[in-house]
C-alpha cells in the first residue's frame, strides 16, 4: 500500500498520515469503552462466531485493522528511510540497533501498561493514554523534522 501511495519511492509524507490515523483510532477504541458482550448461556467464553455476531465487536474489528494499516504507512517509509540513508556496510547493524531500540520500547509500554493498571486504569483509557502519548512524540518529532510534515502537505494536496 505505501509503495501504491508513494509512487515507487519513498514517501515521507506517509508519516504524518499513519500517524493521524494511529492516533484516531486507538482514541475510538477509548470512545467504545469496554462494550457489554452478551455471553452465550451456558457457555463461559465467547466463540468467535458469538464474538462477531455483536455489532459493536465489527467496531472494535475495524479500529484494531486500521490501527494495524495506519501502523504499516507510519513504519513502512521510516524504515524504507533508514536503509536508504545508511551506508550498506553498516545497514545492518543499523536495523539491528534500531531493532534493539523497538524492543527497549515495548517493554517500557508494557511496563507503563503495568503501572497504569496498578492505578486502576481501564483498557479503554490505556488507549487514550497511548494516543495522546503518541500525538505528543509525534508533535516533537515534526517540530525537529518539519519535513515530514511538509511532504504530507505536498501529498494530500493542502500546500497551496
Given at each position: 500500500?505505501?509503495?501504491?501511495?508513494?509512487?515507487r519511492?519513498?514517501?515521507?509524507?506517509?508519516?504524518?498520515?499513519?500517524?493521524?490515523?494511529?492516533?484516531?483510532?486507538a482514541?475510538?477504541?477509548?470512545?467504545?469503552?469496554?462494550?457489554?458482550?452478551?455471553?452465550?448461556?451456558?457457555?463461559?467464553?465467547?466463540?468467535?462466531?458469538?464474538?462477531?455476531?455483536?455489532?459493536?465487536?465489527?467496531?472494535?474489528?475495524?479500529?484494531?485493522?486500521?490501527?494495524?494499516?495506519?501502523?504499516g504507512?507510519?513504519?513502512?517509509?521510516?524504515?524504507?528511510?533508514?536503509?536508504?540513508l545508511?551506508?550498506?556496510?553498516?545497514?545492518?547493524?543499523?536495523?539491528?540497533?534500531?531493532?534493539i531500540?523497538?524492543?527497549?520500547?515495548?517493554?517500557?509500554?508494557?511496563?507503563?501498561?503495568?503501572t497504569?493498571?496498578?492505578?486502576n486504569v481501564?483498557?479503554?483509557?490505556?488507549?487514550?493514554?497511548?494516543?495522546?502519548?503518541?500525538?505528543?512524540?509525534?508533535?516533537?518529532?515534526?517540530?525537529?523534522?518539519?519535513?515530514?510534515?511538509?511532504?504530507?502537505?505536498?501529498?494530500?494536496?493542502?500546500?497551496?
Amino acid at each position: 500500500m505505501c509503495e501504491k501511495l508513494s509512487g515507487r519511492k519513498i514517501e515521507m509524507g506517509l508519516v504524518p498520515l499513519g500517524t493521524i490515523g494511529l492516533a484516531l483510532f486507538a482514541m475510538d477504541l477509548f470512545i467504545i469503552g469496554v462494550p457489554p458482550l452478551k455471553i452465550p448461556e451456558g457457555n463461559s467464553v465467547m466463540t468467535a462466531s458469538a464474538f462477531f455476531h455483536q455489532a459493536i465487536t465489527w467496531r472494535i474489528f475495524v479500529d484494531l485493522s486500521l490501527i494495524g494499516l495506519f501502523g504499516g504507512l507510519y513504519i513502512v517509509p521510516l524504515y524504507a528511510l533508514i536503509q536508504k540513508l545508511s551506508h550498506v556496510s553498516h545497514r545492518a547493524r543499523i536495523i539491528a540497533a534500531n531493532n534493539i531500540l523497538n524492543a527497549l520500547f515495548m517493554v517500557m509500554s508494557a511496563l507503563l501498561t503495568i503501572t497504569l493498571f496498578s492505578f486502576n486504569v481501564s483498557i479503554p483509557q490505556i488507549f487514550l493514554v497511548v494516543a495522546v502519548l503518541h500525538l505528543v512524540i509525534t508533535a516533537l518529532v515534526f517540530v525537529k523534522v518539519p519535513e515530514f510534515v511538509h511532504r504530507f502537505l505536498i501529498l494530500t494536496g493542502l500546500n497551496s
